[in-house]
């Protein structure tokens, strides 16, 4: 029996003594009991029992009328109706009228309780449903919870936004007062709160505990939940000195197998005990803690990570240019010196001469040499200047040019022809000063394949399709077969004894600029022939690619 309460209307005290004290209470059941009409009326509308025992004919009124009344109240309660017997037909018009079952008198204890367990089958069965679905709302809001919580985790990257919805969900789904997350200070060892729900001037002032002297220290030692408190327990427990409340549960935060916090939540003013599923459900929470404090620990050194891998990778780029700064030297030399002879022996000639038309046309050559001196200064400032990436709007084919008036001269003396093929192209979006780099990195490259002989170098620009296409093309010895695949890897060159050539060279020049390519979102490819010379061609996308989208 499940304890169900039965109001039983009876006016024969004999009949209702036998039901109320001696039948009924015997099998389980709880007795409410009325002996007339009205009083039954009462007690169904104020004890709201699970089944009404009702006799047929009462001193006030017909049991009819009470199932009349208890049909138009639409409350659900089942009636079984007690008559006499020979009145059957009468029993027939209440089952019209709602009545479930009936028993005749006189009556055996067996018979009452098989029809009462008969007629309350249904009614426990819709109890067990309905407390069924209740669990399994709850069940579900709780796991909807759990998983809008793990979707946060993984989402988001605000650690501290993160730990106070775990703390909110927590006080949430064990219906607690107040929750707070604790984290263990590296340096002093204390806990520290880190995230508070309806703490008040606690979670203001900062709330601290010695491992040593609280409930929450016990669990970062242990390792384990504690649950304490509730109905029956007649104390407090401190979470604080001053602060005490009913009762509390405490789950550890494990990273690593190392506990490095505790999720807590507590009663201040209600007894109210918390249950192993709330324990469940608060440790699911405290691991959807621990996983983003490790995120956000992992997050940060990725972030360092990629902050210094970025300064290393600009060194290099520097370094690089640096160095091909260094190749340029000579032939910058070559050139001022030519300029600086231009000017001094067109000064003297002027400073001696008597033709006003002799001394201006002295005087022009002086005024294009130096120009041509700033020309060759602007280009290797502009060129060698350390500065951060700048992706901007430019014109793809002037960082092009920069270089090539760089190495003109020095191509010249080495017997090597300089042939442009230059096509409209789109200015893009781009760091044109790296562009450059790349530009002045490829054509150092063609220009050492074809020593000490000399040859041609053939430079192009133009569009195709969606990408601009810059392409170094020389008749050197080519690529040997042996270095291809590893090419564009550092310190990998045909320069020296490694590649067997007779030019120093680092080996980062390919590299730099593959990295340089990479990050606008381009390609860089070659085409070698033994013997014959090799392509190196760049693509970069009109839309900017991977740089646009990091502006």
């Not at 491992?211 to 220290?217: I, K, P, Q, T, Y």
């Not at 929470?285 to 404090?293: K, N, W």
């Amino acid at each position: 029996m499940a304890g169900e309460r039965i109001l039983v209307v009876e006016d024969s005290l004999d009949i209702l003594s036998f039901l109320a004290e001696d039948v009924l209470p015997y099998h389980g059941y709880n007795v409410v009991s009325a002996t007339t009409g009205e009083e039954g009326l009462g007690k169904l509308a104020s004890e709201e029992p699970d089944l009404v025992l009702l006799d047929l004919e009462l001193p006030d009124m017909s049991g009819m009328d009470i199932l009349r009344t208890a049909q138009e109240d639409e409350n659900g309660i089942p009636v079984v109706l007690m008559t006499a017997y020979g009145s059957e037909s009468t029993a027939v018009e209440a089952f019209r009228l709602g009545a479930r079952d009936y028993i005749i008198k006189p009556f055996t204890t067996e018979q009452v309780i098989d029809v009462l367990d008969r007629t309350l089958t249904e009614t426990r069965l819709r109890r067990e449903k309905d407390h069924l679905m209740d669990s399994l709302q709850e069940r579900v809001e709780e796991m909807t919870i759990l998983s809008a919580v793990g979707k946060s985790v993984v989402s988001l990257m605000d650690l501290e936004e993160l730990l106070n919805r775990i703390v909110e969900a927590g006080v949430y789904v064990t219906s607690a007062e107040e929750g707070f997350l604790l984290l263990v200070d590296p340096e002093t060892s204390d806990l520290y709160l880190r995230a508070g729900k309806n703490l008040g001037n606690w979670e203001a002032q900062g709330l601290r505990l010695k491992v040593e002297d609280s409930l929450a220290g016990q669990v970062v030692k242990t390792g384990k939940p504690m649950r304490r408190g509730g109905k029956g327990t007649g104390r407090d427990f401190k979470v604080k000195t001053g602060y005490l409340v009913k009762s509390l549960l405490h789950v550890p935060l494990v990273v690593k197998d190392e506990v490095v916090g505790v999720l807590s939540i507590d009663n201040q003013v209600s007894d109210v005990e918390f249950t192993e599923e709330d324990q469940y459900l608060l440790s699911t929470l405290a691991d959807y803690a621990a996983i983003s404090i490790e995120n956000s620990t992992l997050y940060d050194e990725l972030r360092k990570n990629m902050e210094d891998l970025k300064q290393s990778q600009q060194e290099l780029i520097e370094s690089s240019k640096l160095a091909a700064v260094g190749t340029l030297a000579a032939g910058v030399a070559h050139e001022f010196n030519n300029l600086l002879a231009a000017i001094s022996g067109h000064t003297e000639l002027g400073l001696i001469s008597e033709d006003m038309d002799e001394i201006k046309q002295s005087l022009n050559v002086v005024v294009e040499s130096v120009d041509r001196a700033k020309r060759i200064t602007s280009n290797l400032l502009a060129f060698a200047r350390r500065r951060e990436p700048r992706m901007e709007i430019a014109d793809v084919t002037e960082a092009v040019e920069t270089p090539l008036q760089l190495m003109e001269r020095d191509l010249e003396k080495s017997n090597i022809k300089l042939v442009r093929e230059f096509s409209d192209v789109p200015a893009i979006v781009c760091d044109a000063g790296q562009i450059s780099q790349v530009c002045l990195n490829l054509l150092t490259n063609s220009r050492d394949a074809m020593l000490p002989d000399g040859g041609t170098v053939t430079v192009k620009v133009k569009q195709d399709g969606d990408d601009i296409v810059i392409a170094f093309s020389d008749t050197g010895g080519g690529v040997p077969d042996h270095i291809m695949d590893k090419l564009f890897e550092p310190f990998v060159t045909t320069k020296g004894p490694l590649g067997g050539g007779d030019v120093s060279g680092t080996g980062l020049g390919l590299s730099v600029s593959y990295g340089i390519v990479k990050n606008h979102g381009g390609t860089i490819e070659v085409e070698t022939e033994e013997g014959k010379g090799s392509t190196f061609t760049v693509r970069l996308p009109t839309s900017g690619g991977e740089a646009q989208s990091e502006q």
